[in-house]
């Protein structure tokens, strides 16, 4: 389908990838970005210059001001200034969403954790990805459904491929194209598409 919210939902969990993408952003984790030297994964400001010293085994990108970071074979998470605001535990870690719930891995399964650390969804997806308008598409037994910041299953498991929500829509797969659900499960748009993306200022990106 499309956006990086979407590639976490096809699959178990999208590690984060490292990249070295310089931008302009604000004073805050937003500005900092995970780079590899001499094995061990660090973080540089928005200038180029080190801001947090490699040491990691693998690092992902800054989201409400934690990043994940993997020492040894746990993922927990740190705040600007390096250090663990979460202590490793998970054996997979995204970023937090704007909801400030992020996708973490347990046993084989996913689930939910908060800011604090704190399981509010158990560990028991094969798929999931991020919330979005305070919903999340998570795989049933094969079909993919969204849950609530409670693990409530708000939208049933019903389509073959989900998103996250992005301005009241989000995109499915049925069968072999892509449409859009409003947050309470109902076509918006019907299939058509090939690749659909998720909404930015009232637009979204499409293949037909």
Not at 53 to 69: H, M, T
Not at 141 to 163: E, L, V
Not at 165 to 193: H, T
Request: net charge positive; charged share 15%.
């Amino acid at each position: 389908m499309g956006s990086g919210t979407m590639r976490s939902s096809k699959l178990l969990l999208l590690f984060p990838i490292p990249v070295l993408l310089l931008c302009s952003c604000s004073k805050s984790g937003k500005s900092l970005h995970p780079v590899l030297i001499g094995g061990r994964y660090g973080y540089i400001n928005h200038s180029g210059k080190l801001a947090i010293q490699p040491q990691f085994d693998n690092a992902g990108e800054f989201s409400n001001d934690l990043a994940p970071v993997q020492v040894g074979p746990k993922w927990g998470y740190i705040d600007p200034l390096g250090k663990l605001a979460i202590a490793p535990q998970f054996d997979l870690a995204d970023p937090f969403s704007a909801d400030g719930l992020a996708v973490v891995g347990l046993a084989g399964k996913l689930g939910y954790v908060n800011k604090s650390g704190q399981v509010v969804v158990n560990p028991i997806y094969a798929g999931a990805g991020q919330f979005g308008d305070r919903l999340a598409p998570v795989s049933v037994n094969g079909r993919w459904g969204y849950i609530d910041q409670k693990g409530a299953m708000a939208i049933n498991p019903q389509f073959d491929q989900a998103s996250a929500f992005s301005e009241g829509l989000a995109a499915v797969r049925i069968g072999n194209l892509n449409g859009y659900i409003n947050k309470s499960g109902k076509i918006e748009i019907n299939p058509q598409y090939q690749v659909a993306g998720d909404f930015r200022d009232g637009r979204a990106a499409v293949k037909t």
